[in-house]
């Protein structure tokens, strides 16, 4: 069915200022695209090239995510799971008084992106702000390792943290694509008969490969990190699986049978705002305790360097820490 044959509304092309709601630093980030790589595609068959694109990409959000980490500071330490790494965060605030409390982090990046130094580096703010050893996880992703490789690993991860801690002791935490396997895992962990950890903190998640949400129509373009719908991406991942596949589409998913307490969080031009929204319906129907904030005029990433950053950061470890045991 083309446009001209749909339902909907024809909106005439407009200015659409940057709003004075929003911090200095805010306004400066709407202002000016951060370099986090760009958004064209190779052929969806074309491995090598998707290899490429994936290489340079990591080089780009490595090379970002570090210039923020230095104001979080920590070591670091690299485990080996059956299939890929598990990095161990040890931040320099680590504190007696949060126990036992840890974090299972599953990074961003399109499915395809944002592993290696990127893994580390981005799980580094939330491993000093909680205060707590905090668990990155280098999955797998495709060309090579498409669905459920990425799952499969999460659920590894998570079976080697059971080792070590109790259930009540683990929140996982996910954005973007790693707002998609963090629930995902999770998920498959319940129909496993695994123990459930104890929180869930989602920004941004890609529950819907389908894309059939409404902001995917009305933040195009203004959402300036993600501007448009990434089918290639979500095909690439999928691997000819079906996109509403529970485990894909997380937005999808039963959550009656039980599921942590989950924040998710996003923004008025955040592209994936639907899918927040969608994801977090879908829990709340399932009786989760499931809580939304949304943040004025952000976009699919937070501002970064901003007070709304901060604030998101904050918001979300003391969710985390609140529903955690330390004993």
Known sequence: MGDAERPGLVVPERFIPTPRSISREAQAFLSNKP????TQMPPLGDKQAWRAHAAEA???????????????????VEHRLSACPLYEIVPQSLTESQGRRTILYIHGGGFCMG????????AMPFASLAGVRTWSLDYRMPPDHPFPAAVDDAVEAYRWLLEHYGPEN?????????GNLAPAMIL????????????????SPASDLTESGDTYETNAVIDIILQHRLPELMMLYA?????????????????????????????????LLSSTVMLHRAMRRGGVK?????????????????????????????FMLEHTRAD
């Open 35 to 38: 370099p986090v790589g760009a």
């Open 58 to 76: 990591d080089r780009t959000m490595a090379a970002f995510t570090a210039r923020n980490a230095e104001l979080y500071p920590g070591d670091h």
């Open 115 to 122: 592993g290696g130094q990127a893994a580390i580096y981005s």
């Open 170 to 178: 683990i929140a996982v935490y996910g954005p973007s694509a790693g």
């Open 188 to 203: 498959k962990a319940r129909d496993l008969g695994l123990p459930l950890p104890a929180a869930c903190a989602v920004h």
């Open 239 to 271: 691997d000819g699986a079906d996109l509403t596949d529970p485990l894909l589409s997380p937005a999808f998913a039963d959550y009656a049978a039980g599921f942590p307490p989950t924040m998710l969080t996003s923004g008025t031009r955040d592209l």
């Open 290 to 318: 499931a809580e939304l904030h949304v943040w004025e005029a952000m976009t699919h990433a937070p501002f970064f360097g901003s007070p709304e950053e901060r604030e998101l950061l904050d918001e979300t470890v003391r």
